[in-house]
């Protein structure tokens, strides 16, 4: 008695659409070569809103950002790009020439650190950057661009983010302006005592002390500052 053995076919597997059809890409680009580039990188946004992790629309944010004359702008989508592709070389590439055109040294240096390993090539290692307000670290540096280049845009939720774990004076100014745009006018204020303590000569903190103090508890609050003004220098013109 022989056995019937049914073969059955395999089913041809489908592949899965693309999360954006390179129609929607090609739409953008149009878009923006007409002229309209702020209106494509709205719905491009609203686009990776809904796709994050469709890595070609950071590249692509990047490419039209740089249609039109915002440096800060084509930085940001360039940071942007690399925190979506760790590995890509172009993302890399362009943060590296973008930061050193808009004056982010220090975050320069590390775009173009990372490439260096992405081509197997040495990285170099950086010395400290000097300010008025004292030595920062390269890893200081680095956190003083990056928070910079975020409140240039706008966008002071990440900034702040960027600044967890550091308390060196610069970057205390820079949190508490955060502070403030964020609304927290005590945070803000306790953010520039802080870094006036630690440095009197930090003239940027104690100008905002003495403004926040008047704005939360009037002429009274700022009585106890008299001597410190007194004995503070005046800033060269």
Known sequence: MKLLIRIRKKKPTRKSPPLVESAQLDALLRLARAGKVEEALDRLDVIKAKHPDFKPLYG????????????????????????????????????????????????????????????????????????PLGVLRFDEALANDTVRLLMAVGRFDQALVELEGFDNVMLLNNAALICFHLGDVAGALHRFETGWHRSPGNLFALEHVVRLRLWKGGRDAVAGLADALKATPAAPR
């Open 60 to 131: 692509l944010a990047w490419e039209i950002a740089g249609m039109i004359d915002d440096p800060h702008g084509v930085v940001a989508r360039a940071w942007d790009w690399t925190r979506a592709s760790r590995n890509s070389q172009p993302a890399w590439q362009a943060l590296s020439e973008d930061s050193a055109d808009a004056g982010y040294y220090a975050l320069a240096l590390h775009a173009r650190d990372r490439l260096n390993v992405l081509l197997n090539e040495a990285v170099k290692t950086h010395d400290d950057f000097t300010t």
